[in-house]
């Protein structure tokens, strides 16, 4: 099954994450089918970026979204 989650990138105290489409048997970090944004919470405000096209796309093939990835697909459909 397809998974939309968050893949941790950067050096230690310094995380940004990709937002990804990947099969969920894979491990955190592990190869991805398709990025479809990244997140910074490192920075304040808006510290997202999405492409709701993909995400809506992955979605309608039956991917499952982690809660953050969900909250974040939810911010970007009300901001829009």
Partial sequence: ??????????STDRPY??????D????RDGRY????GTYDPMIEG?????????ADKWL???AKASTTVASI???VRNAG
């Fill in 1 to 10: 099954m397809v998974s939309l989650r968050l893949t941790r990138k950067g």
């Fill in 17 to 22: 994450y990709k937002i990804v489409a990947v």
């Fill in 24 to 27: 969920s048997r894979k491990r």
């Fill in 33 to 36: 089918i398709e990025q479809i």
């Fill in 46 to 54: 808006e510290n997202y970026q999405l492409d709701l096209e993909k």
């Fill in 60 to 62: 309608g093939f039956g």
């Fill in 73 to 75: 697909i939810k911010k």
